[in-house]
């Protein structure tokens, strides 16, 4: 009864102490201006994002921050007609194609000129960098918004430094809990360095001190570093970190798309969500392998298959017996099975490659995100991704590379997306044929 009743006592004084102390830093913090509370999530300095009618009268620029290729789009002020905004990154932008065929375009063509269809597609960014593009749109009264987002997420360039860098998502999961307490700011700082995500094209590579955490770091910056892995794979303990960064990224993902949606919300402008499409024929940029008593003999297969074309069958079916996360792996057998005219069974091998690999863009995850959102909120959903498939059959009908659309595959988005926003536009007449 003693020990419970020093227990108890000790845990009450060691709960004022914490108070007593909080109360201290947050004295200091108004006197001074000092301030160590954590807000994880990346921001990102207001610029200006839009160039109306009246801009015509100077040069208008393409705005953003100096890496992002913008179009300007130029429009009145008031609407004649229905306005859709489509936000995005480049295969919004229309990187690679003509202006007038970007997907946007074609959207617009596809309504018949009943709507007018701005693009507000960023070449290079990511959905951090988009929340004020979405404020933006909706100061231009828009009938409905189109969020495309997600093609770069993965490639987002950041990073933790020092003991943070080590184990990331749990660094981010507790800031989240504890950031906004003082203590909890000033004890992170000391301990593990700043508990605030970091973008950046070049980390002092001094602070990434732990020999695991460069190759970690070389495989994720922007572009990644590919001359850190030679044989294209990594072994366990990079792999593990670069997972626990992916999985961070999609939480920084889901969080901003939210406060996207939640920005929207109070306008009342009906919201269109688009999942990410990719070309499911091209091979994953950096493998990993995640058993790491068999690493030693995935590496030995992987170097036979690129000496022997006979035995591949027999050799990807014993690295998927090892090891069935192994990206490079999943992507020869689809290529098998595509061979095989088994198209149902290589997409999903293929699919697999794509959420394994360690440098990806868009992932199945993000999209499953994505699906997320769009049910939980009541949001209509352009499933771009559906189109996946069709690239095992022939990829040259959609795609350029491994994410963005040549002329026909934006034709037949604008055409799909048409039927959504007539729909969702309430627009009269019949909706375009799909």
């Known amino acids: ?17 914490l108070v007593v102390l909080e109360g201290g830093l947050r004295t200091v913090a108004g006197i001074s201006g000092k301030d160590w509370r954590t807000d994880p999530l990346p921001t990102h300095a207001e610029y200006q994002v839009l160039c109306t009618f009246s801009d015509l009268l100077r040069m208008c620029p393409d705005q953003g921050p100096d890496y992002e290729r913008v179009h300007p789009e130029v429009f009145f002020p008031t609407a004649d007609r229905p306005r859709v905004v489509v936000i995005g990154e480049s295969s919004v932008y229309g990187l690679g194609i003509e202006r007038t065929e970007a997907w946007p375009a074609r959207l617009e063509a596809h309504l018949g000129g009943a709507a007018e269809v701005i693009n507000m597609g960023r070449c290079g960014t990511y959905a951090s960098r988009l929340v004020p593009i979405v404020e933006a749109a909706l100061t231009i009264e828009p009938s409905a918004i189109v969020l495309a987002i997600g093609n770069n997420e993965h490639t987002m360039t950041s990073f933790y430094t020092g003991l943070a860098a080590r184990d990331p998502l749990r660094v981010y999961e507790m800031s989240q809990k ?76 889901r969080e901003h798309m939210r406060a996207m949606l939640e920005t929207i919300a109070p306008s009342g402008v009906p919201v269109v969500l688009a999942t990410m499409g990719r070309d499911l024929t091209v091979p994953p940029v950096l493998s990993g392998t995640y058993v790491p008593e068999h690493a030693a003999q995935i590496r030995a297969l992987l170097q036979r298959l690129e000496s022997s074309h006979q035995e591949q069958v027999a050799i990807v079916a014993e690295g998927l017996a090892l090891d069935a996360r192994v990206a490079a792996l999943q992507y020869e057998n689809a290529m098998i099975l595509r061979r095989q005219g088994r198209l149902v ?90």
């Open 178 to 253: 504890l950031g906004r307490v003082q203590l909890y700011g000033l004890l992170s700082q000391v301990l593990i360095g700043d508990g605030r995500v970091v973008e950046s094209f070049e980390a002092p590579l001094d602070v990434l001190d732990d020999p695991v955490a460069r190759l970690a770091y070389a495989a994720r910056r922007r572009p990644p570093d590919l001359s850190a892995f030679p044989d294209a794979l990594a072994d366990a303990a990079v792999t593990t970190l670069i997972e626990r960064e992916q999985r961070l990224k999609e939480r920084i993902y």
């Open 1 to 17: 009864m003693k020990r419970l009743k020093k227990l108890i006592f000790g845990l009450i004084a060691a709960g004022l102490t």
């Open 345 to 434: 069974e290589a997409a999903q091998s293929a699919r697999a490659a794509v959420e394994w690999d360690l440098v990806p863009d868009a992932t199945p995850t993000i999209n499953d995100i994505i699906r997320q959102l769009a049910a939980e909120n009541g949001h209509a959903l352009l499933d771009i991704d559906a189109f996946a498939d069709d690239s095992l059959r022939d990829p040259d009908t959609m795609f350029l590379d491994k994410v963005h659309f040549n002329a026909e595959g934006s034709d037949r988005i604008g055409r799909e997306a048409a039927v959504v926003l007539h729909e969702v536009l309430g627009l009269p007449g019949t909706p375009p044929i799909q």
